[in-house]
């Protein structure tokens, strides 16, 4: 059985995304697979790669500008190994279905891109850290994060599993 090279990418704006990101890569590597894990922006080929899992911040229901970037610029590599596919979205488990049809929708937009696996998970939201520009957005009396405290809905458990599935469907590969 050759060792398998899995690319675990991630597009994020506050870091929640790398820190699952990295859960899922440490996951795969304990179930035998040899994995990097870099920014989706850094990355320049996919070459040496047996399969890639891609993670991606979701925004108003639009997967980060940095995995859209990604998925665009390897598109053609992307067609030829497995890819699966996790978002982190909403900051309430009450919100998992929504933005899981969110992340369809978005997908079904790359009719090319056939996800072997795909998940969305609860992320984690600061207030305190936000830039700006989303500062001024939840601020808003109409915006859905006005005066929602600091909270990080991350459940480490279901990441793992997720993982851990994804990394006996991509074992069979061999």
């Given at each position: 059985m050759s060792?398998?090279?899995?690319l675990v990418a991630y597009a994020t704006r506050y870091g929640s995304t790398e820190e699952v990101a990295r859960a899922v890569a440490e996951t795969l590597g304990e179930k035998g697979l040899t994995t990097e894990v870099?920014?989706?922006k850094n990355v320049r080929s996919l070459d040496?790669?047996?399969?890639?899992?891609l993670g991606a911040a979701l925004?108003?229901?639009?997967?980060?500008?940095?995995?859209r970037?990604?998925?665009?610029?390897?598109?053609?590599?992307?067609q030829a190994i497995p890819v699966a596919v996790f978002a982190m979205g909403p900051i309430s488990a009450d919100d998992l279905e929504a933005t899981r049809e969110q992340l369809a929708k978005a997908l079904g937009k790359l009719p090319w891109?056939?996800?072997?696996?795909?998940?969305?998970?609860?992320?984690?939201y600061d207030p305190s850290r936000l830039?700006?520009?989303d500062k001024m957005l939840?601020?808003?009396?109409?915006?859905?994060?006005?005066?929602?405290?600091?909270q990080d809905g991350r459940d480490w458990d279901a990441i793992r599993s997720w993982a851990a599935g994804l990394a006996e469907r991509l074992a069979e590969g061999d």
């Open positions: 060792t398998r090279r899995v870099e920014a989706a040496g790669y047996d399969a890639v899992v925004f108003v229901g639009s997967p980060h500008k940095d995995a970037k990604f998925l665009d610029r390897h598109q053609t590599a992307l891109l056939r996800p072997i696996a795909t998940e969305v998970f609860v992320g984690a830039a700006r520009a939840a601020a808003l009396p109409a915006s859905p994060l006005h005066g929602v405290p600091a």
